[in-house]
């Protein structure tokens, strides 16, 4: 079957309206690229009750964890919990580190999680500390954790967002944080 070819010109006098009508025809059907809906539904319905379900639980948790926890407690495997969490720190960064230098999309994942975990690394860092060493971990976390975490989590932000725009498909009359999910 013969198809009628566009040339350049006609392309690029079409407007942004007419292309996205043009993209949207020429884009493969839903069923091959998206779950089967039925499938969708349900992992939308199981995440969600869980994320909700998880909200409501840990409510009466915190409240009873304010009352009941001491104020000092020694831990068992300090220095392994320490460590374990450093090493993922570190497989975070270089993920996001080898995804950027091969200017990988996925990039966005590791980077936001390594931007959560060295807010996490600060929080922790300055709550555990003794008396004297608060100010070390306080100025670490200010000098280095804290704006490390921000361009971390800012940068996956702004590479998500222009995803979003950046799309054929967008729809300029929608921010990027509203623009729903294609299923």
Not at 32 to 55: N, Q, T
Not at 83 to 112: E, Q, S
């Amino acid at each position: 079957m013969a198809v009628p070819k566009l040339s350049d010109e006609e392309i690029t006098a079409m407007s942004d309206d007419e292309r996205r009508e043009l993209i949207r025809r020429l884009r493969l059907p839903p069923e091959r690229v998206l779950p089967r809906p039925e499938v969708v539904r349900v992992h939308r319905r199981v995440r969600l009750a869980l994320m909700v379900g998880g909200c409501l639980a840990l409510i009466p948790w915190i409240v009873y964890l304010g009352f009941s926890l001491p104020a000092e407690y020694h831990a068992r495997n300090w220095s392994l919990a320490w460590i374990g969490f450093d090493i993922a720190l570190v497989l975070m960064m270089a993920a996001t580190a080898y995804l950027g230098w091969k200017h990988r999309v996925v990039l966005l994942l590791p980077a936001f999680g390594t931007g959560l975990l060295l807010l996490v690394d600060a929080w922790f860092d300055i709550v555990t500390a003794e008396a004297g060493d608060v100010w070390v971990s306080a100025g670490t976390a200010v000098i280095g954790e804290i704006p490390l975490a921000l361009l971390q989590i800012t940068g996956a932000v702004m590479l998500l967002r222009f995803l979003i725009l950046a799309h054929p498909l967008n729809d300029p009359g929608v921010t990027p944080f509203r623009t729903r999910l294609p299923f």
